[in-house]
């Protein structure tokens, strides 16, 4: 991962360090955007968030902090007890969003995590990221290829082309640019927002 490889070869970086991680702690947290492949088939949501971070809280800890992600992700704690085959592609984007924000990391990176998803079930997930953004004081890294959810959710874009980063600066500089795969990218959303 691009990201991870750039905290961890920073020395300086406050971060990460260059001691053996521990999983547990590590300060960043990734959300994917196939949800479903992120949970276990055969174990409840409640089983599948329980094991990721029971060793970060106290028992008391634990659930009060459930109850208020839960509250934060627009999730039912009856929801806790269901199978991944039972919820919508939705609600396990917001389950497994529940599940890295409740480790604590320091970076929360979304990567096409509104991509599969119908339009106002984006505009849900969107909402609920700016959210905790603001709210667990949380930086979030946003990977689209959507110009209109970057643009909502965004401060700033990174535009990359073969790995090469071409542009990194505010959302109100991107119409200014003059590299030509800057221009494609906002030519193809202009020609997608008209179909």
Known sequence: MIVERY??????????????????????????????????????????????IKYLYTPIELEQALIETLDICALDE???????????????QRFAICRAVLMNPKILIADEITSALDIPVQ?????????????KKMTIL???????????????????????????DSLFKL??????IVLEFISVNQILNTL
Do not use: V
């Open 78 to 92: 009856s929801l806790l007890d269901r199978l991944p085959n039972d919820l919508s592609g939705g609600q396990l």
């Open 7 to 52: 905290w961890c070869s920073t020395k300086k970086n406050p971060l990460l360090s260059h001691k053996k991680r521990d999983f547990k702690t590590f300060p960043i947290q990734i959300i994917f955007q196939n949800a479903k492949a992120s949970f276990h088939p055969k174990k409840t949501m409640r089983q599948s968030i329980l094991s990721s």
């Open 142 to 168: 946003f990977i689209s290829h959507d110009l209109n959810c970057i643009q909502y959710i965004s401060d700033n874009l990174c535009i990359l082309d073969k790995g090469q980063l071409i542009f990194n």
């Open 175 to 180: 119409k200014y640019s003059k590299e030509k």
């Open 123 to 135: 505009l849900n997930i969107m909402k609920i990221l700016k959210k905790i953004a603001l709210t």
